[in-house]
């Protein structure tokens, strides 16, 4: 449902919407004839090729609002689960679907619909339906290793083809108005009927290819959510207007120390160098991925204070403009770098006496801050391990 689910509407919802959409669903396949295997199997006749024209309709609008939403920053296409392609199990599938289509006159989805309207030949679709899953479950042994075959992965025809996203998507357009005018040409050959282009058909049905194709464009040249906050926060830097409020190294030792609880320490190198160091209890969210749905739920919660630290203080100080870009003003960026917090606390080693006072009083504190955020680190790391389970005799009882 996203992006929908949870941005607009809670997730407690999300099954009851469901059930609405696939009623309505239902009941639009109903009303456009898919409830009579007259209609579905018109398009292997070519008398009606109405399912093709539908399911070439739903495909190119999905994908249309797929590209739009996801440049728009509405969602996270890398999120989206892909169907691992396994090659013979598709061929083999398909063929035995389409053979079924034909024979039966249903696909499940239309089975189902035929079914709710009471149709006896929906039910005895289902029923074989059902007969045919347990049979699959019951006899998997013995196509298994047919079944895994050729395992592709997730696989993408735009990758496939090397092009962009958005250049497939304007190709599956020109397909798709192209498989219209054809099958309405074999449609009326079948039919007995002269194939006439009258203007304004013609007009409309130019209008109704031109409008996903001139959304895709706009998509193409135009700069998403992401690149505008970045050229926004240059121009701010650019005009010497990014002055983050900077936190010392050793108040967020202190902090640390005495109420880390209240402190959202957010690591904004990348995973490779969060693991070879990172300060205790921080969170790795590299800069260039802060603005995903995810991670803007981390960084703009409003219980904690966000202190962000990097490999360099540039990356501070752009991790805490693109927080408050988002609307999280209550913003840190660490006055050190990773490796130089590393040196000044957990690289410390004898502390030198001669100095002032003071001096040895900063190092025992640093070394004290070292020692201290380690067992907190460790602390930390042991909340999210699983409670380990250990067996006992029981005592007691009658001997």
Not at 372 to 383: C, P, Q
């Amino acid at each position: 449902m996203g992006p929908l689910i949870p941005d607009i509407i809670s997730g407690e919802f999300n099954f009851m919407i469901a059930l609405i959409v696939g009623i309505g669903f239902g009941f639009a396949l109903e009303q456009g004839g898919f409830a009579s295997t007259k209609k579905l199997v018109g398009l292997f006749y070519g008398y009606d090729f109405t399912v093709l024209r539908v399911f070439f309709t739903a495909g190119i609008t999905a994908m249309v609002g797929v590209i739009v939403l996801n440049h728009l920053n509405m969602l996270d296409v890398s999120i989206i689960y892909i169907n691992p392609t396994f090659l013979w199990s598709a061929l083999v599938g398909g063929a035995i679907m389409g053979v079924g289509f034909i024979i039966g006159g249903f696909c499940p989805g239309t089975s189902a619909c035929a079914a709710a309207t009471g149709r006896v030949d929906g039910w005895a679709f289902l029923l074989g339906g059902i007969i045919g899953i347990f049979a699959f479950g019951e006899g998997f042994p013995l196509w298994k290793d047919l079944y895994l075959a050729e395992n592709w992965g997730p696989v993408l025809m735009n990758e496939q083809f090397g092009l962009s996203r958005e250049a497939f998507g304007i190709i599956m357009i020109m397909v798709a108005a192209g498989a219209f005018v054809m099958t309405q040409i074999i449609e009326n050959k079948v039919n007995g009927k002269e194939t006439r282009w009258f203007k304004p058909v013609i007009i409309k049905n130019a209008i109704i290819v031109a409008t996903p194709v001139l959304l895709v464009i706009m998509v193409m040249i135009t700069p998403n959510r992401t690149e505008v906050m970045n050229s926004r926060i240059d121009a701010k830097i650019a005009a010497g207007e990014c002055n983050p409020e900077m936190m010392d190294a050793d108040k967020l030792a202190y902090e640390l120390m005495n109420q880390y609880y209240k402190y959202n320490v957010i690591d904004v190198r990348s995973p490779e160098e969060f693991a070879a160091f990172h300060i205790p209890t921080a969170i790795n969210i590299p800069l260039e991925d802060m603005s995903e749905h995810a991670n803007l739920d981390i960084v703009l919660q409003n219980i904690k204070t966000n202190v962000f630290y990097g490999a360099n203080i540039y990356q501070s100080q752009r991790a805490c403009m693109v927080s408050k870009y988002f609307g999280k003003s209550d913003n840190f960026a660490l006055k050190l770098t990773a490796n130089e917090f590393n040196k000044q606390y957990f690289q410390l080693g004898q502390i030198n006496f001669e100095g002032s006072k003071s001096e040895v009083d900063l190092l025992k504190f640093r070394k004290e801050a070292g020692e201290k955020l380690t067992e907190i680190g460790e602390s930390v790391a042991n909340l999210d391990k699983p409670v380990e389970k250990k067996e006992t005799r029981v005592k007691g009882g009658c001997s």
